[in-house]
């Protein structure tokens, strides 16, 4: 059974570009959530997603959108990137339902730099 | 005010002994609560949910309260493999999970 799985690992980018980041949920989990994770922080929530569409979000700019897909996987886009938005990204998947609702098993996460 | 704060430590114990970690949370509303444990440069792992009757995984125990605001852990008998940030987890239902910033532990040999 594979857990939740991210790609890239790793990726350089420069300000003022976009960068796209993928998740696959563990098998059986509907609901995808995306963290943002600063060094010596703990995770950042961005936003929930739920039978395609943003369920929640948290404190973050328009520049960060995401998408889910029909078979629950998941994008986060940032447009315009800035040297703070350096970070590791964090994807999590959880059931709906059930007595396991709300555990969140994370991927391993996208680290991701701006220069 | 945070909505989730912890004790960033470090804490630095020796093999076999007890420790343990409290969580504040700002919201009473608050719904469901988790310990993440966290590895350096790895992602979170889910250690257990705490529910308010207290709860016990082996040589871990969670315990909820909800009239004082705060969670905890404790460690019995830590083995050099406990050691890591343990995370603290809110989750407001309808509203987002908010997570500390962690709390660092290293057991010694």
């Known amino acids: 059974d594979a857990g939740v799985t991210q790609s890239p690992t790793h990726l350089i980018k420069t300000r003022g570009q976009q960068v796209t980041l993928r998740c696959s949920p563990k098998?059986?989990?509907?609901?995808v959530s995306w963290y943002q994770q600063a060094l010596g922080q703990g995770p950042q929530f961005i936003f929930q997603y739920y039978e395609e569409e943003e369920r929640q979000r948290g404190n973050f700019p328009d520049r960060f959108s995401g998408h889910q897909f029909p078979n629950y996987s998941s994008e986060l886009n940032v447009n315009a990137l800035l040297l703070g938005d350096s970070a590791l990204y964090l994807c999590a998947s959880s059931p709906t339902t059930g007595t396991e609702a709300y555990e969140q098993y994370f991927g391993p996460g996208t680290r991701l730099t701006v220069t | 005010r945070k909505e989730v704060e912890q004790d960033p430590g470090p804490f630095n114990v020796p093999e076999g002994a007890t420790v343990a970690f409290n969580c504040t949370y700002s919201n009473s509303a608050s719904q469901s609560f988790f310990w993440y444990r966290q590895d350096c440069r790895k992602e979170p792992k889910l250690l257990m949910s705490?529910?308010?009757s207290g709860n016990e995984d082996g040589r871990f125990t969670a315990q909820l309260n909800r009239a004082s605001q705060y969670i905890s852990l404790l460690i019995r008998d830590s083995k050099l493999s406990d050691s890591a940030t343990y995370l603290c987890?809110?989750?407001?239902?309808?509203?987002?999970?908010?997570f500390g910033t962690g709390t660092s532990l290293t057991v010694i040999p």
């Open positions: 987890v809110v989750y407001f239902h309808g509203n987002q999970f908010y």
């Open positions: 705490v529910y308010s």
């Open positions: 098998s059986g989990h509907d609901t």
